[in-house]
């Protein structure tokens, strides 16, 4: 076989249970069909988990995904993606993360890892250069993050290591179970952690050397270096000022704007900054205003040319003093302003335990602002969660909460798996759900910036604000349905090859084509992306509808498109049904059924094996 550029070549396949392991190689058509990362992945995950299979099952596979442009060196290109199906919705999940795993993953020889089956015991698995054992874990079983990824620097002396790691969250099953690595970034999303929990998996650890050399190096080298001195020194324009922001404060430094436009939602989705929340909380949350007291380092994932992750230093603080991290916008607004909790001090140590103990921090966030509500209403009482009063922004009570959340006990065991699931546990609750399809969404109000919603509901893992589609154009906007798929496309490539979201804040509309061109050493042009865009998407799609997902199951709760009676977006209502439907037209799917015509498919190629189970025997 001739060499495939961009591609260790191999994938590793390990049974727990068994404690086998396989490797096998990554073919060119595999590579050139579904592109890497979680377009591979679902094709494998399809082929390998039975139709019904429970997520914390034998037959279960969790993967590990990386993209042809990861390990590369090229600018902004270092991110992964957890594959796996979801304990909160039965169906296809993904859940995309940055940090220096990705990298090193691809380093030490394999495109993807795929785990199934069940352990007896608490294990890890230790991969370098090529090399891969399953090591007892027993003694790492109950640490937070931080230990665990201390413990396994020194027993295995390897200082550059990097771990993919669950904590106290994932290893009870709590449905918000993230896995963390270098760390504080999470793949977070819909119980990944919760996966790698129920196989008693307490950590993936990845050591290599390998060097992947682009097919073109003189373009490719000629491109990374446009691209690294631009995002290093932005242009006098809007979206160079967005980078200098993310450069000096993260993703912190759109907080208060965001909270007083309505883009952020406020008090469980049912408030109004400006009203609720007021200009003076508003501007206490925004990283201008507080990131020079703990800022003490920048940093930024592998390849990065912005870096807008920062540690910080915390002197004396109310909840919590030393050397944590600085927090994500999403962060902020999920246990803030959602939250009504105007006390930063608080959010840190919120923040530092959701990363220690593995959860993620829009669900726990969310999660506690529907009990919030719950509690106004009399809904439920303090009896209901351990005799803690969770009133509005009280910051103490929410830290009491979110530990038993984290550790499964008590009125956490009800909380840990979410909205949904808690209003099941305690029987009520249901009128003030803010979720898609379960899954507590991104702090991005559609209302706001209207094309949320669609993507919030009919994107195959429901609730991400970093899927594609086109979330900021009025709805009236000429040709939306199609800009909408474009960029559908667009992200699910970005995604798949294995760059930073925020690289298209820097890069030109085809740079990223470019660099998987120059990367694998053939034609990928835009007619190339909406092809492979749409590919992986229906991929995931498909997992979905042999799992019995259907259009009824998309679901949107009321709050989230309905209006607010007060503050700036007063009396919008977002019509997400149709612009599904427009959207899966544009698609040229049928719109009830969501399943494109046999030539859609045949045109596009690749899914052969799915027409039986599409179409039947008919041609």
């Known amino acids: 076989m001739d060499k495939l550029y961009g591609y260790a070549g191999k994938m590793l396949f390990v049974d727990l249970g068994s404690g086998a392991m396989e490797e096998r190689q990554l073919t060119r058509e595999m590579a050139e069909t579904f592109l890497g990362g979680y377009g591979i992945g679902a094709r494998i995950l399809y082929d390998m988990m039975p139709q019904g299979t429970h997520p914390f099952s034998e037959e279960s596979v969790i993967g590990f995904t990386v993209g042809p442009c990861t390990g590369t060196g090229a600018v ?44 007896s015991r608490p294990v890890y698995l230790w991969i370098h250069d090529g090399q891969a054992e399953i090591r007892d874990a027993g003694h790492l079983w109950g640490k937070s993050i931080k230990e665990t ?15 993919a790691a669950i904590g106290p969250a994932g290893e009870h099953l709590s449905f918000m179970a993230t896995i963390m690595n270098d760390r504080h970034r999470a793949a977070g999303r819909a119980g990944a952690g919760s996966v790698m929990g129920s196989k008693q998996l307490k950590a993936v650890v990845v050591r290599g050397s390998a060097h992947y050399e682009p097919a073109q190096p003189e373009e490719f080298k000629a491109l990374n270096k446009k691209m690294a001195q631009h995002l290093a020194n932005p242009p006098e324009t809007k979206d160079g000022q967005v980078l200098r922001k993310f450069k000096q404060y993260g993703t912190t430094g759109g907080n208060t704007p965001n909270i007083l436009s309505g883009e952020a939602p406020v008090k469980n989705w049912g408030g109004s900054g400006i009203d609720d929340f007021g200009e003076e909380n508003a501007e206490k949350l925004g990283g201008p205003y507080f990131d020079g007291n703990y800022n003490i380092r920048p940093y930024g994932c592998a390849n990065c040319a912005i870096r807008c992750g920062a540690q910080y230093q915390v002197q004396d603080g109310k909840y919590f003093s030393g050397s944590t991290d600085r927090p994500e916008y999403e962060t902020l607004a999920a246990f803030g302003e ?33 009990a919030m509500e719950c509690m106004e209403h009399g809904v439920l009482t303090p009896e209901d969660l351990d005799g803690i009063n969770l009133t509005w922004g009280n910051g103490d009570a929410m830290i009491e909460l979110l530990d038993r959340m984290i550790q499964g006990k008590g009125a956490g065991e009800k909380l840990m798996n979410g909205q949904r699931a808690a209003i099941q546990a305690f029987g009520r609750g249901a009128e003030f759900e803010t979720t898609a399809g379960g899954v507590e969404p991104g702090m991005h109000d559609s209302r706001r910036s209207k094309g949320y919603n669609r993507i919030y509901q009919f994107d195959p893992t429901p609730g991400r604000h970093m899927k594609g589609g086109d979330p900021w154009s009025p709805l009236d906007t000429p040709n939306r349905p199609s800009r909408d798929v474009e960029m559908m496309t667009a992200v699910e490539v970005l995604n798949s090859a294995g760059f930073c979201a925020f690289s298209s804040r820097g890069f030109k509309k085809d740079t990223i084509n470019q660099f998987i061109s120059y990367t694998t050493g053939r034609r990928f042009d835009l007619e190339e992306q909406l092809r492979t865009g749409k590919r992986i998407f229906f991929m995931r799609h498909l997992f979905n509808l042999r799992e019995g997902i259907t259009k009824k199951d998309l679901t949107l709760s009321p709050r989230l498109n309905g209006p607010l009676d007060k503050g700036p977006l007063a009396g919008v209502v977002i019509p997400s049904d149709q612009m599904g439907d427009d959207f899966f037209r544009e698609l040229g799917w049928d719109p009830d059924t969501l399943i494109p015509p046999r030539e859609w498919l045949e045109e596009l190629g690749g899914f052969e094996f799915a027409y039986d189970f599409l179409y039947g025997n008919t041609k």
């Open 76 to 119: 902004m290109s270092g991110r992964w993606t957890a594959v796996h199906k979801s304990p909160v919705t039965m169906g296809w999940n993904d859940s995309n993360c940055g940090g220096f795993f990705g990298p090193e993953l691809k380093k030490a020889g394999y495109d993807a890892v795929f785990i199934r089956g069940l352990s």
């Open 149 to 163: 990824e201390i413990a396994l620097r020194v027993e295995l002396n390897e200082p550059r290591m990097q771990s």
């Open 338 to 370: 959602n939250c009504l909790l105007n006390d930063i001090d608080a959010i840190i140590k919120l923040n530092e335990m959701s990363n220690e103990g593995g959860m993620d921090t829009i669900s726990a966030g969310s999660t506690l602002a529907w």
